[in-house]
């Protein structure tokens, strides 16, 4: 069974809500760049630049993190297929905003920021969640959330994209 979270339209008001706020915490755009986290939050990730862009005039900086080597479970998962880190900028200085959909234990998000410290010294970085689900065994909090859902650990936040890579709902799911 499903519960639909946020439909197509949810999803775009909090993306423009969360690119209000990262405006409004940065006083601009002036050093902010945007990381995705592979897969889910690089296309959000680029949907925050066209929202920034539109509100703003100026295009930010947008890179593609891929965590698959940085993760503290990668020696139990068979399942996991190392992807593409691509980010074509410095980010020694930088604001960064990572950026995934669904923020759970934290543990992606860790493995996220060693990654990132790995290929530069950012002057901060900041998190923009679509979904924090709650349920943290790290101490890690997002900057920018797009919803709160409380959830229990038998079920599971989905976010589906299109084949534009646009996403088109967010579901909660039991097990």
Excluded: C, W
């Excluded at 998190?127 to 924090?132: K, M, T």
């Amino acid at each position: 069974m499903a519960t639909i979270i946020l439909d197509q339209a949810g999803v775009a008001r909090a993306l423009t809500r969360i690119a209000h706020e990262i405006l409004e915490r940065n006083k601009g755009t002036t050093d902010v760049v945007l990381v995705g986290i592979r897969t889910g939050g690089d296309h959000l990730a680029a949907m925050l630049q066209e929202r920034l862009a539109q509100i703003e005039g100026e295009t930010v900086p947008l890179g593609i993190l891929d965590i698959t080597m940085y993760r503290d479970d990668i020696g139990t998962r068979t399942d996991l297929a190392i992807g593409r880190t691509d980010i074509p900028f410095p980010l020694d200085g930088k604001n960064v905003v990572l950026v995934d959909d669904v923020l759970y234990t934290g543990r992606t998000i860790r493995a996220a920021m060693d990654s990132l410290m790995d290929l530069g010294r950012p002057k901060s970085i900041q998190l923009a969640v679509l979904i924090d689900r709650g349920h943290r065994e790290l101490p890690i909090r997002p900057d920018f959330i797009g919803r709160n859902v409380p959830t229990s650990r038998d079920e599971l936040i989905e976010t589906e994209f299109n084949d534009k890579n646009q996403p088109v709902e967010v579901r909660l799911v039991k097990k």
